[in-house]
């Protein structure tokens, strides 16, 4: 089967979707996205996600294509169309097409794209074993708290990593580990106090974080929201991810050392297990 994709109000074969060349995203990356796990053919925590989304929008003097309310529904139907039970519902808005100049143009129809990508979440080899990262330094921009498309940056990171033989990498700015290339980080201290960078404009102020801490929290976990060193990490009990398409990913290698005993620690496997059923609950 053919995927169906969301281009501006229709449904099509991905083969006959197109998007102009005047596009300001493919020029300028001028365009947020949003990405919705799909687990058992439902939305994982999707109000978060479009909140951010408007805020995203906001922040960029973006105007949504479409009221914010009509989007659920129109995932909805991606999910459906492609019979999707595992895996993401990715979304772009993007300023539209104008002639190439720095400024805003002054009329532009901003657009919206839909895809959906079958991907196990549930069970991958990376949560199962844990993954290793090493870290590089953040040469992103000053407003990752704003979801662009602008993920030239992030993507060299990760390439390096795998040509490091790791499974991704983690950003590095003053010393202190701002996030992954496309996931939150956190450590766990030998007390068992979960540690994650505060959320300001360095980081992405990830929708599965804001659920992981609020489950710790309910499990009475002792969360701190501050900086960590890559030193404090390496020599951390355990460390780990989050995303919304790896949910709670365990960390057991940083720069070659192994974490803990080098396997998915206790407090990691637990948020994992909470978040997982959370996200089977529909919530
Ligand atoms: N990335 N930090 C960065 C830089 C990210 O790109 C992401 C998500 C996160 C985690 O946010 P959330 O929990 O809301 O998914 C943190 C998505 C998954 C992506 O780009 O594919």
Redesign the pocket.
């Known amino acids: 089967m053919s995927r169906m994709v969301y281009v501006n109000g229709e449904f099509m074969p991905e083969a006959e979707a197109t998007i102009s060349v005047f596009d300001r995203a493919f020029l300028f990356a001028d365009g947020v996205?949003e990405?919705s796990a799909v687990v058992g053919g439902r939305l994982v925590d999707n109000e978060?996600?479009l909140a951010?989304l408007e805020r995203s929008l906001a922040e960029l003097r973006l105007e949504a294509p479409v009221p914010l309310e009509a989007i659920p529904a129109i995932q909805r139907e991606v999910v459906a169309r492609n019979e999707l039970d595992e895996g993401l519902v990715y979304l772009q808005v993007t300023r539209g097409a104008a002639d190439r100049d720095f400024a805003f143009p002054a009329s532009a129809t901003p657009s919206l794209v839909m895809f959906s990508q079958e991907r196990s979440l549930l069970e991958s080899p990376g949560a199962a074993h844990g993954i290793s990262v090493i870290t590089v330094p953040d040469l992103r921009w000053q407003r990752?708290d704003i979801?662009t498309v602008q993920?030239l940056a992030?993507s060299l990171a990760k390439q390096t990593a795998i040509d490091a033989g790791a499974d991704d990498a983690w950003l590095v700015e003053d010393g202190v580990v701002t996030?992954?290339?496309?996931?939150?980080a956190y450590i766990v201290t030998a007390d068992g106090t979960i540690v994650t960078r505060e959320p300001t404009e360095a980081?992405?102020r990830?929708?599965?974080?804001r659920a992981v801490l609020r489950l710790a929290v309910e499990a009475e976990l002792r969360v701190e929201e501050r900086g960590f060193s890559v030193t404090e990490a390496r020599g951390a009990a355990e460390a780990f991810a989050?995303?919304?398409?790896s949910f709670v990913n365990p960390v057991v290698r940083i720069d070659g050392e192994p974490i803990g005993d080098g396997t998915p620690g206790p407090i990691t496997s637990r948020l994992r297990d909470l978040y997982i059923e959370m996200a089977r609950s529909g919530a």
């Open positions: 996205y990405v978060g996600h951010r990752r979801k993920l992030a996030e992954g290339t496309s996931s939150n980081i992405l990830g929708i599965t974080r989050t995303s919304a398409t």
